[in-house]
C-alpha cells in the first residue's frame, strides 16, 4: 500500500513538472512574438538589424520625403536628425489622416537591403501628440521642439 501511495506522488509531480515547463514555454513563445523593439534611425544606421527582425522605426517624416505609389503604397524617409532611413509601406490601410511632413511616426516592419519595408505605421493622435520614444530620440540628437499650444 506504501508504494503505491509513493507511486502515485511521484506521478502528479512529474505530471506538474511537465505542466509546468509546458506553460514557461508557451509563455516565452507569446512574448517573443509580442515584442517589438523601438530603434531610431541613429541606431539603425549604425547597427542594422538582421533582415528578420520584426521592429519598430520612429523618428520624424522628412519634409518633402512622400512619394505616393500605387494603392495605398508610399514612400517617405524618417530621419532623427542626424540619420535618415528611408521607407516603403505597402500595407493594407491607407495613409493615416495625421500623418505628414515633419511629424513624429512609427513604422512597424523589417529592415532589408538599405531600405525599411514598414506593414503598419502609427500615427499620432492629434496636432500635438508625438510617441514618447520619438520625443526621446529626438532629444538625444538636439533636433527636439516642444509644442507650441
Given at each position: 500500500m506504501k508504494s503505491l501511495k509513493k507511486q502515485r506522488r511521484i506521478q502528479i509531480v512529474a505530471?506538474?513538472?511537465v505542466a509546468l515547463t509546458a506553460a514557461s514555454v508557451l509563455i516565452g513563445i507569446g512574448f517573443s512574438d509580442g515584442i517589438n523593439l523601438y530603434r531610431s534611425p541613429s541606431q539603425v544606421a549604425e547597427a542594422a538589424p538582421d533582415a528578420d527582425e520584426f521592429f519598430q522605426l520612429g523618428g520624424l517624416v522628412k519634409d518633402g520625403s512622400i512619394r505616393?505609389?500605387?494603392g495605398v503604397a508610399f514612400d517617405f524617409v524618417i530621419t532623427d536628425?542626424?540619420?535618415?532611413i528611408p521607407v516603403s509601406y505597402v500595407g493594407r490601410e491607407p495613409r493615416p489622416d495625421l500623418f505628414g511632413e515633419g511629424q513624429g511616426t512609427i513604422a512597424k516592419g523589417w529592415f532589408r537591403n538599405g531600405r525599411f519595408e514598414a506593414r503598419e505605421?502609427?500615427?499620432k493622435h492629434d496636432e500635438t501628440y508625438m510617441p514618447r520614444e520619438v520625443i526621446d530620440t529626438l532629444?538625444?540628437?538636439g533636433v527636439y521642439q516642444e509644442p507650441s499650444s
Open positions: 505530471a506538474a513538472a505616393d505609389g500605387a536628425g542626424a540619420a535618415e505605421i502609427l500615427a532629444k538625444e540628437t
